[in-house]
C-alpha cells in the first residue's frame, strides 16, 4: 500500500525534467509498510477459504495462529510451533530500537537504501541522456513517465511472483535483472526507442521486487516494530530520493549521461549481494501443498481474497485516496505562477506534502499507541482532504505550502492504513495483495493529475483544487464510517501476542 502520503512505493521529492510541465506522482512503496500479520503464513488454508474466514472476521474477531519464520528482536529466529507468546510490544515506542537489532531488517534495510540511490541518480542521469540526444522536452517527460507506468500495467500480475517463489531469492533476481537492463541503456550510440523499450522493462522488477520486500519484512520483524521498520523504510526514502537527485546532476557533469548509467547498475548488485549474504532462505509460501501455482491461479486467487474481505477493500479505498488530495501536487507550476513566484516557488509546493507526512508519520508512530491509531484513522482520513477547501479563500504562497504540509501530516493514516492490511491479509497471498492495491494506488495517482491537469484547461485552478477537496472529504466520511463499523477484528489481531523466540 500506500507511504505516509503516497511504499509502496511504499513518498519521495518529485522528479521533474528539464523543461517539463509537471513531474509525475512521486514514489510510493505500496507494498512497503505495516505490520505482521498474525496469522500463519505456513498455513494450509488457501486464499480462497481465506476469503470466507476474512467476512466472517468483519462480525466476529478471528482467533489467529502464529505465524512461523520471524525473527525475534535480537535477531534469533522464531517457529510458529513455539507455545509462548510476548506481547505486541513491552513498550510500543521502543520500535525503532528493536528493529534496528535484527541483522536481516538491516540487510533489507541497506539494500533498500542502495535501490532508492540508484532509482533516483538513474532518474536524472536517464532523463539528461535523452535530452541530450533529443532536445526535446516532451522525451524527457516520457523517460520519467516510464518509471512508473509499468507498475500500473505489471502489478495485478507480476507482485504475485511474491507468492509463488521463495521471497529473498525473487528479491535477488530483480536486482540482477535490473542491472542487467540498466547497465544496458548506458551503451553509447543507444536510439531513445531502445533506451525507453529498455527502461519499461527494467522498471517492471519493481513490482515483484516490492511486494517480495514488504512480505518478508513481516515474517522478520512483526507487529509494533513492522510498523517502526517500515517508517524507517519511507525516511530513508526521503533521504536517499534527495542524495540520488543531488548527486545525480554532479555524476553526470563529471563522467557524463552515459557512463553514469552504466555505472549505476552496480548500485542493483550491490543491492542483490547484501540480500543474498544478509537475509536467509525461506520457502515458497505457497509451496506447502506440494504443488506451485501458476501465475495466473495466484492472481485470481490474490484479487479474490482481495475483493472478498471487506475490510481490504476499505482499506484499499483509503490508500487510493491519495490520487484525491495529491491534486495540488500535480498544479504546483500552475499555483507558483498564479501565486507569482517561479520554480522554487513549485519545488516548495510539491515539498510541502513530503514534509508532511514525514513530520505526521512520525508523531503517529513514536508518540500515538497502536489502538489509538486505529481509532483516528478516518478522522485522519478526512483532515488529508480538508485544507483543499480552503484554496476558497484564494492563499497566498506561505499560506499554500502551510496547507500541503497540513494535508501531508494527516496523510500519514497510510501507515495505519498500510498496517490494518497487514494484519487482515493471509500470509500466503500478501505479496499479490500489495500488489494489487499499489497498481491501484499509482492508477489512481495518475489519473487524478492527470484529470486536474486537464480540467484547469477549462476552469480555474482554485475550482479544481476545492472540488478535489469536497470529493476527498465526502469519500473520506463514507470510509470513515464504513472503518468504525468492521475495525475491532484488525484492532484484535494488533494486540494478539507474537510469538517467542525458540
Do not use: K
Not at 506522482?25 to 496469522?39: R, V, Y
Not at 526507442?193 to 519484512?217: D, E, K, N, Q
Not at 514525514?358 to 488529508?384: K, N, Q, Y
Amino acid at each position: 500500500m500506500g507511504d505516509p502520503h503516497m511504499d509502496s512505493r511504499e513518498a519521495s521529492v518529485p522528479r521533474q525534467a528539464r523543461g517539463t510541465a509537471n513531474p509525475p506522482p512521486p514514489e510510493t512503496d505500496a507494498a512497503g509498510t505495516g505490520p505482521d500479520n498474525t496469522a500463519d503464513p505456513s498455513s494450509p488454508r488457501s486464499p480462497a477459504a481465506a476469503v470466507t474466514e476474512a467476512d466472517r472476521a468483519a462480525s466476529d474477531p478471528p482467533a489467529p495462529s502464529s505465524p512461523s519464520g520471524p525473527d525475534s528482536p535480537d535477531g534469533t529466529a522464531a517457529t510458529g510451533d513455539s507455545d509462548g507468546g510476548s506481547p505486541p510490544s513491552s513498550d510500543w515506542r521502543s520500535g525503532y530500537r528493536d528493529v534496528l537489532r535484527v541483522p536481516e531488517y538491516r540487510a533489507l534495510w541497506s539494500a533498500h537504501a542502495l535501490a532508492i540511490t540508484g532509482n533516483f541518480l538513474l532518474n536524472i542521469a536517464l532523463t539528461v541522456l535523452v535530452y541530450q540526444q533529443t532536445s526535446s522536452a516532451l522525451a524527457a517527460g516520457i523517460t520519467l513517465a516510464l518509471t512508473f507506468i509499468p507498475q500500473v500495467v505489471g502489478g495485478p500480475l507480476l507482485s504475485g511472483l511474491a507468492d509463488i517463489f521463495p521471497r529473498r531469492s525473487v528479491l535477488i533476481v530483480c536486482d540482477v535483472v535490473r542491472a542487467v537492463l540498466v547497465a544496458a541503456m548506458g551503451i553509447p550510440g543507444l536510439p531513445t526507442w531502445a533506451i525507453w523499450g529498455l527502461l519499461f522493462l527494467s522498471t517492471l522488477p519493481l513490482v515483484p521486487f516490492g511486494a517480495a520486500r514488504a512480505a518478508l519484512m513481516s515474517e522478520i520483524v512483526q507487529g509494533e516494530r513492522y510498523i517502526a521498520g517500515s517508517a524507517i523504510l519511507q525516511l530513508t526514502s526521503q533521504a536517499g530520493t534527495l542524495v540520488g537527485l543531488a548527486a545525480g546532476g554532479w555524476i553526470v557533469s563529471v563522467i557524463g549521461a552515459n557512463s553514469a548509467v552504466m555505472y549505476n547498475g552496480l548500485t542493483f548488485l550491490a543491492s542483490a549481494a547484501i540480500i543474498h549474504f544478509g537475509v536467509r532462505h525461506r520457502p515458497a509460501p505457497r509451496d506447502e501443498g506440494g504443488s506451485r501455482q501458476s501465475l495466473w491461479q495466484a492472481t485470481r486467487d490474490g484479487t479474490r481474497v482481495v475483493l472478498g474481505d471487506s475490510r481490504l477493500r476499505t482499506l484499499g479505498m483509503f490508500a487510493w485516496l491519495a490520487g484525491i488530495y495529491m491534486m495540488p501536487y500535480g498544479l504546483a507550476n500552475p499555483l507558483a505562477d498564479e501565486a507569482g513566484g517561479g520554480s522554487t516557488a513549485a519545488g516548495f509546493i510539491m515539498a510541502g506534502p513530503s514534509l508532511g507526512a514525514v513530520a505526521g508519520g512520525l508523531v503517529l508512530t513514536r508518540l500515538i499507541s497502536p489502538t489509538t491509531r486505529m481509532h483516528m484513522m478516518g478522522p485522519l482520513a478526512v483532515a488529508a482532504s480538508a485544507p483543499l477547501l480552503l484554496w476558497m479563500a484564494d492563499p497566498p504562497l506561505w499560506a499554500i505550502v502551510a496547507l500541503l504540509i497540513t494535508s501531508g501530516a494527516a496523510a500519514s493514516y497510510q501507515f495505519v492504513a498500510n498496517a490494518a492490511f497487514v494484519l487482515c491479509v493471509p500470509g500466503e497471498g500478501r505479496g499479490l495483495a500489495f500488489g494489487l492495491v499499489a497498481a491501484g494506488l499509482q492508477a489512481a495517482q495518475g489519473i487524478g493529475i492527470a484529470l486536474a491537469s486537464l480540467l484547469v484547461e477549462v476552469t480555474s485552478t482554485q475550482a479544481v483544487i476545492v472540488g478535489a477537496g469536497a470529493v476527498g472529504v465526502l469519500s473520506a466520511l463514507c470510509l470513515a464510517l464504513h472503518w468504525s463499523r468492521i475495525s475491532h477484528s484488525a484492532i484484535d489481531l494488533m494486540n494478539t501476542p507474537e510469538p517467542a523466540a525458540s
